[in-house]
């Protein structure tokens, strides 16, 4: 490559301009000079040319004494001309000075050799010698008819001019205007220097700053230097560059600062991180290692640089390490690998990811150790799929168990019998004798059923006293009645819990795979029919599925349908059922009752859609579609009547799980302003059962509302004497069982009358429900029961046919012929 070499351009150029110009000015000046030489020169050739013409006439037409008198005479013309007329010889005739007649114009003359002339009648011939600054002329003359010459004889004019005093004056001139002359110089060199400072040396002073400026990496966008030219194009140049390079410098400086900031954060990164991070080759050479304070690393950080993984990790973590790495083609492809390390302490889980570097040949792999997430894991899996109390398969699990084992019958066409077991009488042992026994009896009754069973069946805990049976290899169903009565038998024999005996039996049901159904799901559903089967049956047998039971599945499953539409098609109403007085004999009230009649299914009792209401979660829409209808109703009795009358409502236990409970009870007594002392909410002892704060929170809440509050079925569980004591109950309403057998049985009338003597002392009023008899409301009466309710004192009516029955019985007192005739016509 050629080399290029610079020069001080600012420095340079205006020497050279300067003297570029001062050389022109002088050449200019000697042009001028030699032009008007050449000038003068010519001017004297024309007048030379005048006065030969004139000479040659003179000669031609003359006399001797006329060409002397001629040539003799003086003459104007400036330079004034030494004139000769020779002969072919050149020998001198006539002469403006007479001193040259007669010689030899060639030895006087020099230049007349440059002149002569070959022919005759030829023009004027001429010479100038720079030298001497002499012109010289010559012309040949023929003579036609002479006098004193030869006819036909030719003559040669010569006339000499000497510039030299011409030339001198013009030098002088020249000399006289030098100081012009050198103005002149001086104003070209002048201007030169100007233009070439305004024009070359400040563009070119402004490049360099700008230079200079990149070099100090102070970078520049626009530029000072206008106009057109090369000198314009590379500033724009420059600052173009300029500009890229501050871009590209703005974007290398925030490479590097987000580069130190990635490297700082990354740096922070592998410090809070728990993982061990490697930088390897293909070769599997650690080329980095990066962790902070970790326990798990054989060696320090640096002592891994240069090792292969082969030798730091064990033969099968390495084997695991290899096949990854050969695996890894491209970046982003995330591989990840699980190995287990074994120590003389303990055992450890590591995770390894492995992802190829992009745009290079190297790896990253992160280690983790996972061994508290493994244990984790297997404690979620645990939790998962078994019971925490009894370790017992769950639900999920053993439905998988179960579709396995389906299969697997399919293949060896054998039976699968599954089981649905239900505690007799569980909860009572939780209500009466605390959580903690009753966790330790279903643990009990789990090993139980675990050491009945054979190896490869399964028990399964589904919550609470439920359990489920899955009994494989099943030939015969003889086989499975074998072991049904075996498990109703072991569970019949006392057992001890803290130095306490347990007898309790269980209720089981059985469906049988493939005459029952097909799918896990259908199978455990009629096992969970037949369970209610054997119930009924009085509990503590089996029973085996039926298509009986199977159609009091469906119409469960119907109704269960045609619940979710009912509210919205007003298939549901309001009963109302009298409350008496039996003090008075009158009418101080009603119980709103829920009834249900459906296009399609007809009357359906109360005792049938409740607890599929209950199970469901209906019941909330439904207890607050009651409670509304019965507000409703104490709005119209304030309207009519001038003592409105009690509606009693009764609250379900799952309403009591609703939150909004409380806040939905209160919105409605304030959106139709009544009186809260007509609003009666019955709550039934297994609600209080569950011990649950909520339960207590709104019962007191619901008194501070002015609410009445009454206990449903009082007597039919196990603390209700400590209920009354703790919570703010208005009311008691014994049972209908204790009025159904008070006749029948002295120590239940005796029962009766104490519940009623007890909760007067308390300031408690008792009502009474299921009185059917003028003996039972006699009896009612005389031991001094507050109220009373029954089918003998009034059915259930709708809201209409109730209204109608208080405008015809409501101001009189019980007279049970005229009610008599009320109930048939009600």
């Known amino acids: 490559m050629d080399k290029a070499y610079s020069i001080n351009l600012k420095v340079w150029l205006t020497l050279l301009s300067t003297l570029s110009a001062a050389i022109f000015a002088l050449v200019l000046i000697i042009f001028s000079f030699g032009v008007k030489k050449d000038f003068i020169v010519e001017q004297t050739i024309f007048t030379a040319t005048q006065f030969s013409m004139n000479m040659v006439s003179a000669v031609q037409d003359g006399s001797p004494d006329a060409v002397r008198a001629k040539i003799s005479a003086p003459t104007f013309i400036i330079p004034a001309p030494v004139t000769l007329v020779t002969d072919k010889a050149l020998n001198i005739l006539y002469s403006s000075e007479k001193k040259h007649v007669g010689l030899n114009a060639q030895a006087l003359f020099p230049l007349i050799d440059k002149v002569k002339v070959a022919q005759e009648n030829t023009p004027l011939s001429s010479h100038f010698d720079e030298g001497t600054n002499i012109l010289a002329t010559s012309q040949i003359v023929s003579l036609t008819n002479t006098q004193n010459h030869d006819a036909n004889s030719s003559l040669l004019v010569y006339s000499q001019y000497d510039l030299s005093d011409t030339f001198a004056q013009l030098l002088q001139h020249y000399n006289h205007n030098a100081w012009f002359i050198i103005s002149a110089i001086v104003f070209v060199s002048l201007l030169a220097l100007l233009v070439t400072y305004c024009f070359i040396h400040r563009p070119i002073s402004a490049l360099v700053k700008y230079s200079n400026q990149l070099g100090d990496f102070k970078f520049i966008r626009e530029h000072s230097i206008d106009g057109q030219g090369e000198l314009k194009l590379l500033a724009n140049n420059i600052a173009r560059a300029s500009y890229a390079l501050e871009l590209g410098f703005k974007q290398q400086k925030y490479a590097e600062q987000a580069a130190i900031e990635q490297h700082s954060m990354l740096e922070g990164i592998f410090s809070a991180l728990p993982d061990i991070f490697f930088i390897i080759d293909k070769q599997g050479k650690i080329l980095e290692c990066h962790y902070s304070n970790n326990e798990n690393l054989p060696m320090p950080e640096v002592q891994f640089v240069g090792q292969k993984l082969v030798d730091i990790f064990p033969s099968h973590a390495a084997k695991h390490f290899i096949k990854a790495i050969s695996t890894i083609e491209q970046s982003g492809q995330l591989t990840q690998i699980d190995y287990k390390l074994e120590s003389t302490k303990n055992s450890k889980h590591f995770e390894a990811r492995l992802n190829a570097i992009p745009n290079s040949h190297k790896l990253v792999i992160a280690v983790r150790d996972i061994t508290d997430q493994k244990r984790q894991e297997e404690v979620i899996l645990k939790h998962a799929f078994y019971d925490t109390l009894t370790n017992l398969p769950n639900r999920f699990l053993a439905l998988d168990r179960l579709q396995q084992m389906i299969h697997e019958a399919k293949r060896n066409h054998q039976l699968i019998a599954v089981g649905f077991i239900d505690l007799d009488d569980f909860k009572k042992v939780n209500d009466s004798m605390g959580h903690e026994v009753g966790d330790k009896v279903l643990i009990h009754s789990a090993s139980v059923l675990k050491s009945a069973l054979r190896k490869h069946d399964t028990v399964a805990r589904l919550g609470g006293d439920e359990f489920i049976l899955l009994l494989g290899d099943i030939h015969t169903h003889h086989d499975i ?70 159609q009091d599945l469906n119409r469960r499953l119907k109704l269960e349908d045609k619940m979710r539409g009912a509210l919205e ?20 009230g009603a119980e709103a009752l829920l009834r249900w009649h459906n296009e399609e299914l007809g009357w359906i009792s109360p005792a049938e859609f409740i607890p599929l ?42 309403q009591f799980k609703d ?97 009623i003597t007890m909760a007067h002392n308390l300031g408690i009023k008792v009502i009474a429900e299921g009185i059917e008899t003028q003996l039972q409301l006699d009896t009612l009466a005389a031991l001094g029961c507050d109220l009373g309710q029954g089918y003998f004192l009034g059915k259930p009516m709708s809201k209409i046919d109730f209204e109608a029955w208080l405008a015809q019985y409501a101001q009189q007192p019980l007279n049970i012929e005229n009610k008599s005739l009320s109930i048939q016509d009600y």
């Open 481 to 550: 009645t074998a072991i049904a009565t075996k498990l109703v038998q072991l569970f019949r024999s006392p057992f001890e819990i803290d130095e306490r005996a347990f007898t309790i039996s269980l209720s089981l049901g059985i469906a049988v795979f493939p005459d029952d159904a097909d799918s896990p799901n259908e199978l455990l559903r009629k096992a969970d029919s037949a369970m209610y089967s054997a119930k009924q049956m009085g509990r503590n047998t089996f029973s085996f599925f039926t298509e009986s039971m199977s």
């Open 569 to 588: 098609k007003e298939e549901f109403s309001v009963y109302f059922q009298p409350q008496y007085d039996l003090s008075n004999g009158f009418v101080v």
């Open 613 to 654: 209401a209950e199970q469901t979660g209906y019941i909330i829409e439904l207890g607050e579609f009651v409670l509304e209808q019965a507000i409703m109703q104490i709005v119209h009795l304030q309207t009519v009547y001038p003592h409105p009358y009690r509606i009693a409502v009764n609250l379900s236990p799952r």
């Open 659 to 755: 939150p909004n409970l409380v806040n939905t009870i209160s919105t409605l007594i304030h959106r139709h302003k009544i009186d809260t002392q007509y609003l009666e909410l019955e709550i039934t002892e297994g609600v209080l059962l569950t011990g649950d704060a909520l339960v207590k929170d709104a019962l007191f809440e619901f008194h501070q509302l002015g609410v009445i509050v009454s206990m449903d079925d009082f007597g039919t569980g196990y603390s209700s004497l400590n209920y009354l004591r703790l919570y703010p109950f208005d009311v008691v309403k014994i049972d209908q069982s204790f009025i159904f057998d008070m006749h029948t049985s002295e120590q239940v009338e005796q029962l009766v009358k104490t519940i």
